[in-house]
């Protein structure tokens, strides 16, 4: 069974493939992906790795946590299962936003 992987710290060069081939050292990758930032497409500083075999991704735990890439130290742990969040964001419908769609008064007068 798969194990992932969690990668922290990592370069904002960082890619998919560079995480691929690093942790292929240790074993077969199954999957590997940099988290990325939706609105200006770089990197968050880390990602996720899945490791085919428990033995490969406590190998690879042991001999690249605190390895350097590209300047910067990375941090390698066994992933967390995903929290639940409630769902809608951060977004709050209602009230005045002052803008030209959203109804609300813009300044100055009525005609």
Same mark, same amino acid.
């Given at each position: 069974m798969? #194990?992932k992987l ?6 904002? &060069?960082? #890619?998919?493939?560079s995480?691929t &081939?690093?942790?292929? @050292?240790?074993?077969t $990758? $199954? !999957?590997a992906?940099? $988290? ?5 497409n770089r !990197?968050k500083?880390f990602?996720?790795? /899945?490791? !085919?075999t @428990? &033995?490969e991704?406590?190998?690879a735990? /042991? #001999?690249?946590?605190? @390895? /350097?890439?590209g300047?910067r ?8 299962p =995903? &929290?639940e =969040?409630?769902?809608?964001g951060?977004f709050?419908s209602?009230? !005045?936003?002052?803008g030209?769609d959203?109804g609300g008064?813009r300044?100055?007068y009525?005609?």
């Open positions: 798969a #194990t969690f990668v922290g710290n990592l370069p904002y &060069e960082a #890619t998919d493939q995480l &081939e690093l942790f292929s @050292q240790s074993g $990758v $199954v !999957s992906s940099v $988290v990325i930032n939706k609105f200006n !990197s500083g990602g996720f790795v /899945e490791m !085919s @428990q &033995e991704a406590n190998a735990i /042991e #001999t690249l946590n605190g @390895q /350097e890439m300047g130290r990375i941090i390698v742990s066994e992933a967390r =995903r &929290e =969040r409630p769902a809608g951060g709050r209602g009230g !005045s936003r002052g030209y959203s008064s300044g100055g009525d005609r």
